[in-house]
């Protein structure tokens, strides 16, 4: 079949409209906006994925000197590439820019200087480090054969990850799962690369994951026996100058201390999306003021915070938050606060006339996101002004009771989502029509909880 001279092949096309099309079929797997609220999938050996979960091996893999990496499969691009030489070329940066390191498959003898990479380092701009996602706990007291020095396995595992980190020196985007606090209590090595990397100034998206919390249903007491891996926070956050260039942080982890998030508090003050999960509480029987206004750094840049199981995160401290931040567009607030919090009384009547109403010195929030919020907290919180609301809980009831109580509150709202209700509950689905038709919203019932607790009942 001949080509008319008029027709235009993809090899004739230029090589910037080639890089946009190879664009639009490269398609990132890390980072998700659900990033703090789900497990990443993990590649296993015959190339299938498993969703959720990380697979555990019984054994070992061979002790190699090469790097063996899981890089997403990317098999539109991996089938482009055989196109040509040209496209091969263009294909691999894309293919090569994420990288998951996992410790069942890192190994690298001390011995062994000239590590042999299955990619090029330069292309990676995102990296995952999964400890403990296998059997990587059997290593801390394990010894290297022949070694005179006998160091763990542990410590040249964390050597090899650091030295892996050393060589992609163009990552943007870097995040740590772990699977216990223990993986990290000595990992001095990797925590003083990965503070060379903060204040490298490239990296702009980092998080801190524990897979031990991520994914349960309600709180379990394991995880204050958990060990946390606070000389990470610690060494990474300790000064305001190695955290300039970070833009989204979350730390997702079985339980975080005042002394903790108060460098957070202080020292982020350039992030654009701040994720915490989970915080202890300093104070009891009142409001916490550890996690007061006055405890944040201004920030203008700050458009994103999700709070869940923060248990310093009082109603109160969040309205003031949202006063504090004029950037914020989006709030999530999720099983937070307290059960001896200091109970406050639902706004006196008039209270969206007054000039210091949130809703007359700054812009509507994009979204305000609320899970497991009784029914004082959610008259507190409805004064913030949002153009979508979502309220997560399987007692709807409680939203229905807010609104009728008064239309002052949630002024401004224009989308409401509340979760399915009972076909049964005829009455409370008038209700809440009522109640939107008269503030001209729209009503919709798909709201979906992120983290359950012990008080969804029903099946998720």
């Known amino acids: 079949m001949t080509t008319s001279p008029n027709t235009a092949t993809f090899e004739s096309l230029p090589v910037e409209l080639k890089i946009a099309i190879i664009e639009e079929l490269y398609k990132p797997t890390h980072w998700p906006e659900n990033a703090a609220w789900a497990k990443p999938y993990r590649a296993i050996h015959d190339g299938r994925e498993e969703k959720g979960e990380y697979v555990t091996v019984d054994t070992p893999v061979d002790i190699s000197d090469d790097l063996l990496f899981t890089v997403p499969s990317g098999s539109d691009l991996r089938s482009l590439r055989q196109v040509s030489s040209e496209l091969n070329s263009l294909c691999v940066s894309f293919l090569h820019q994420e990288l998951d390191i996992y410790d069942s498959q890192l190994f690298i003898p001390r011995s062994n200087c000239d590590v042999t990479c299955s990619i090029n380092p330069e292309h990676v701009r995102s990296i995952r480090i999964h400890l403990g996602a296998d059997y990587s706990m059997n290593y801390l007291n394990f010894k290297v054969p022949g070694s005179s020095e006998e160091p763990s396995v542990w410590a040249v595992l964390l050597e090899s990850i650091a030295l892996v980190l050393s060589q992609c020196t163009h990552v943007t985007k870097l995040a740590i799962y772990y699977a216990s606090g223990q993986d990290l209590?000595?990992?001095?090595?990797?925590?003083?690369?990965?503070?060379?990397?903060?204040?490298?100034?490239?990296?702009?998206?980092?998080?801190?994951?524990?897979?031990?919390?991520?994914?349960?249903?309600?709180?379990?007491?394991?995880?204050?026996?958990?060990?946390?891996?606070?000389?990470?926070?610690?060494?990474?956050?300790?000064?305001?100058?190695?955290?300039?260039?970070?833009?989204?942080?979350?730390?997702?982890?079985?339980?975080?201390?005042?002394?903790?998030?108060?460098?957070?508090?202080?020292?982020?003050?350039?992030?654009?999306?701040?994720?915490?999960?989970?915080?202890?509480?300093?104070?009891?029987?009142?409001?916490?003021?550890?996690?007061?206004?006055?405890?944040?750094?201004?920030?203008?840049?700050?458009?994103?915070?999700?709070?869940?199981?923060?248990?310093?995160?009082?109603?109160?401290?969040?309205?003031?938050?949202?006063?504090?931040?004029?950037?914020l567009q989006e709030l999530l607030w999720d099983i937070s606060g307290h059960y001896?919090?200091?109970?406050?009384?639902?706004?006196?009547?008039?209270?969206?006339?007054?000039?210091?109403?949130?809703?007359?010195?700054?812009?509507?929030?994009?979204?305000?996101?609320?899970?497991?919020?009784?029914?004082?907290?959610?008259?507190?919180?409805?004064?913030?002004?949002?153009?979508?609301?979502?309220?997560?809980?399987?007692?709807?009831?409680?939203?229905?009771?807010?609104?009728?109580?008064?239309?002052?509150?949630?002024?401004?709202?224009?989308?409401?989502?509340?979760?399915?209700?009972?076909?049964?509950?005829?009455?409370?689905?008038?209700?809440?029509?009522?109640?939107?038709?008269?503030?001209?919203?729209?009503?919709?019932?798909?709201?979906?909880?992120h983290f359950p607790c012990s008080c969804c009942y029903n099946p998720v």
């Open 340 to 449: 001896s919090d200091r109970r406050l009384p639902a706004p006196e009547p008039g209270w969206s006339q007054m000039p210091t109403a949130l809703h007359n010195i700054r812009k509507p929030l994009r979204l305000l996101h609320l899970e497991h919020v009784i029914e004082w907290e959610l008259a507190v919180l409805s004064q913030i002004p949002a153009v979508e609301v979502v309220v997560a809980h399987y007692e709807v009831y409680r939203i229905g009771n807010v609104l009728s109580s008064t239309r002052e509150n949630f002024i401004g709202m224009q989308v409401l989502r509340v979760s399915p209700l009972d076909e049964s509950d005829d009455s409370l689905s008038s209700k809440l029509e009522e109640e939107c038709r008269a503030r001209d919203a729209i009503l919709s019932y798909d709201a979906e909880i």
């Open 185 to 327: 209590a000595q990992a001095t090595v990797l925590i003083d690369q990965l503070a060379r990397m903060l204040e490298g100034g490239s990296i702009r998206h980092f998080g801190i994951y524990s897979t031990i919390f991520m994914g349960h249903v309600r709180y379990l007491s394991a995880w204050d026996s958990q060990i946390v891996p606070a000389a990470l926070i610690q060494a990474l956050f300790n000064t305001r100058d190695r955290c300039k260039s970070l833009r989204r942080v979350e730390l997702v982890m079985n339980k975080i201390e005042h002394t903790e998030y108060e460098l957070v508090q202080q020292n982020l003050s350039s992030v654009e999306s701040l994720t915490i999960l989970r915080a202890s509480r300093r104070y009891h029987g009142d409001i916490d003021l550890s996690f007061g206004v006055n405890k944040w750094k201004a920030n203008p840049n700050l458009t994103r915070l999700h709070l869940a199981h923060c248990e310093p995160a009082h109603v109160q401290n969040i309205l003031d938050l949202v006063r504090h931040f004029p950037s």
